[in-house]
């Protein structure tokens, strides 16, 4: 039985070397079907830990572990643990005991080694020389644990941990996606960095003359706030690069005389419409280039798998004078090698999803209910249905935007509600008696508008009944229990606006949208990967530089801040005091809006090279991560007859069309007879 997932065969009928045979073959089958190397170990023993390893239970046991180790960075000093990261309101979070998370740590490690030691025997000495990956991964355990000891050696008093760099690592060395999209980077970063080069060379040259043209002198306003020296100079150019302070940069000249406004057009005109657009295009063309050879490469794994399990197949019927056939005789006929080939490429094929035939009555009455509520027209009806709630809901939230707490009476709203619920129930209900309860859970639909009902139905009787013990004499908003009235009133609100996304389906050019936003998702997970492994390892490094650098001025009196300061915008949330606070500054800076106000206030608060680090920063981020992304969507959005690309590198074979060569027969066979453990007659 073949399935994408695995392959089962019978072998009860087989003993010695037949077993052994099927047994090589059926990994070689699964190792094709998932774009796995083949070159590992084949004996019995080790075909059995092979399939162990890469059973859903201990690849799905491995990806919790990495979760875990990633999300200790949350509970370590400094905790995340509190509800607001502004310092003025911040209680003390809760810091875990010394030996909790390093207990927590060192079974995670443990499984690491585990890990690491199954894959380098599968594999072989010879084999495990050549990954460079695993040599890595066995020098990261060994350093985290050494680090865990000296932790606890000085009982958890450490200010720098170095495992806390290495973790992200385990993350990245798990996925053969991630290292594919890594390899991408590496193979762009020459070009990016080229120019890189030309937009320092813009930015200097504009700044020189800048600084030429906005000199010293009376009532200079320009050179006062942006040209006073080169640092700053450079920095109010490089943050007009990204139009964070535009035009704010040019009012003070501008407003003296209108040709100052050329100086300003000019350099973002250039800089920021010319070449940081080529960036884009630089970094799609080289994507591109290199998502060729990652399928080719995967389809000659493929190739090589499923010849493979022919050739050990066909060493099972054949004597050791038999002569090299292209065919192997089954007890029933003959296969060619072309036809058990294209077997596997059905594989690739879609399945057709078919719903399960509807119940039957015998009841006259029922089977009428059945032909109604089976028609397409009661879907129609439902979605009028759901958009009169929505807009009702909107007409209330306008009536109610102009009164105050006291004014307002939600005893309609709810009286409203409840109609729509109780029909909202009554339509799941008929359509599960029309297509029965499999053939009702079928549709991704149903299933959606089904659960947010139970959810609205469920809510509302449990807030009404239990909290407010009907019947209730005032309806006002006060809160009374567990939660008020007024935020009853909003949670159900919200449920139904989230339910009314049940007629993206039934709008064809909406629903091809959505389906594209859920490909994105899908096909870009080795990305987010990619940016969870910088993101973790850039927070750990602002943890040690920046930590509590960014003190609260609210116990001052009488202090005079700078309009549009980090201190007057009340930025105080936006620190490097945990991980979690950590990670919103980073996406804040990436987002290029503003991002000189933290530059400016970790410049004050610390030194001058903070600079250095926020456009470090901000080249990654902003420049090479979301040009990559927005080339991972082009390359998406142009395919999108796949209705599932799996990171555009397994199933693209049909788009890329002429220029994916198919591996030839002798290099199918020159790549199994190097196979260091299959040794074919």
């Known amino acids: ?39 590992h170990r084949v004996d019995a023993n080790s075909l059995r830990l092979y399939r162990w390893y890469y059973s859903r239970i201990w690849q799905w046991g491995l990806g919790l572990t990495i979760a875990v180790v990633l999300m200790l960075a949350f509970i370590e000093r400094p905790s995340s643990f509190s509800y607001t990261s502004d310092p003025r309101f911040r209680p003390t979070p809760w810091e875990p005991p010394c030996g909790l998370t390093e207990g927590i740590e060192i079974v995670c490690l443990v499984i690491f080694a585990i890990d690491f030691a199954t894959k380098s025997y599968l594999i072989g000495w010879e084999e495990f020389r050549k990954c460079k990956w695993l040599i890595v991964y066995i020098l990261a355990v060994s350093a985290s644990v050494i680090d865990w000891a000296l932790t606890l050696s000085m009982y958890c008093d450490q200010n720098l941990r170095v495992r806390r760099l290495i973790r992200p690592f385990f993350l990245l060395q ?19 960095a080229s120019v890189i080069l030309l937009l320092a060379l813009h930015l200097c040259l504009f700044t020189m003359i800048g600084m030429l043209l906005f000199a010293k002198g009376e009532q200079n306003g320009e050179w006062e706030a942006y040209f006073r020296d080169l640092p700053t100079s450079l920095s109010s150019l490089l943050v007009l690069l990204t139009t964070a302070n535009n035009p704010d940069v040019m009012i003070p000249a501008y407003s003296l005389n209108r040709g100052y406004s050329i100086f300003f057009i000019l350099f973002s005109g250039f800089g920021t419409y010319f070449l940081m657009n ?30 493979a399990a022919f050739e050990v197949m066909f060493c099972q019927g054949r004597g050791q004078d038999a ?10 006929g003959f296969i060619q090698w072309e036809a058990f080939r294209r077997l596997f490429d059905e594989l690739d094929k879609d399945r057709i999803k078919e719903h399960p035939p509807k119940p039957e009555y015998n009841s006259s009455l029922l089977q009428g209910l059945q032909l109604l509520f ?6 129609v009806v439902g979605n009028a249905v759901a958009l009169a709630n929505v807009m009702c809901i909107c007409t209330i939230l306008v009536l109610d935007s102009e009164k105050s707490i006291a004014e307002r009476d939600d005893y309609y709203m709810e009286v409203i509600n409840c109609f729509f619920i109780l029909y909202y129930l009554m339509e799941m209900s008929l359509k599960i008696l029309a297509f029965g309860w499999r053939g009702y859970l079928s549709y991704r639909n149903n299933i959606f508008d089904g659960l947010l009902t139970v959810c609205l139905l469920v809510r509302y009787s449990i807030t009404i009944f239990a909290t407010y013990r009907l019947p209730f004499p005032k309806w ?11 935020e009853m009133v909003r949670l159900v609100n919200m449920l139904i606006v989230v339910r009314f996304l049940r007629i993206i389906p039934d709008i064809k050019l909406m629903a091809l949208i959505a389906s594209t936003l859920v490909d994105l998702v899908k096909n870009l997970r080795a990305f987010a990967g990619i940016l969870v492994v910088s993101d973790s390892t850039v927070i750990e490094v602002d943890l040690y530089l920046f930590l509590y650098s960014v003190m609260s001025n609210s116990s001052m009196t009488n202090i005079t801040v700078e309009c549009g300061s980090y201190e007057q915008l009340g930025y105080w949330p936006n620190n490097f005091d945990d991980f979690a606070s950590s990670l919103v500054l980073l996406y804040n800076v990436m987002v290029v809006n503003n991002w000189q106000v933290f530059m400016d206030a970790y410049t004050r608060y610390t030194t001058q090279w903070s600079k250095v680090y926020f456009v470090s920063w901000w080249l990654t981020s902003s420049v090479m991560w979301v040009n990559l992304f927005v080339a991972l969507i082009l390359e998406v959005c142009m395919n999108l007859r796949w209705p599932d690309l799996y990171l555009l590198c397994f199933k693209c074979k049909m788009f890329l069309g002429e220029q994916i060569q198919e591996p030839t027969e002798e290099e199918l066979l020159t790549q199994l007879h190097q196979h260091p453990h299959l040794h074919l007659s």
């Open 1 to 39: 039985l073949l399935s994408n997932q695995c392959v089962i065969i019978s072998l009860s009928s087989y003993t010695g070397d037949e077993d052994l045979y099927l047994q090589q073959a059926v990994v070689f089958i699964e190792d094709a079907i998932q774009y796995r190397s083949i070159n």
């Open 174 to 192: 798990n996925s053969s996606l991630m290292k594919k999209t890594l390899k991408c980077i590496k193979r762009t970063l020459p070009e990016i």
């Open 278 to 307: 080529l960036l884009t295009a630089i970094v799609y063309n080289q994507f591109r280039g290199y998502l060729l050879m990652s399928v080719q490469a995967s389809i000659l794994r493929r190739r090589l798998g499923v010849r």
């Open 323 to 332: 002569t090299h056939s292209e065919e192997h005789q089954l007890s029933d």
């Open 374 to 379: 089976s028609h397409y027209y009661v879907t």
């Open 476 to 486: 006002n908003p006060a809160s009374r229990g567990l939660m008020s009235l007024w």
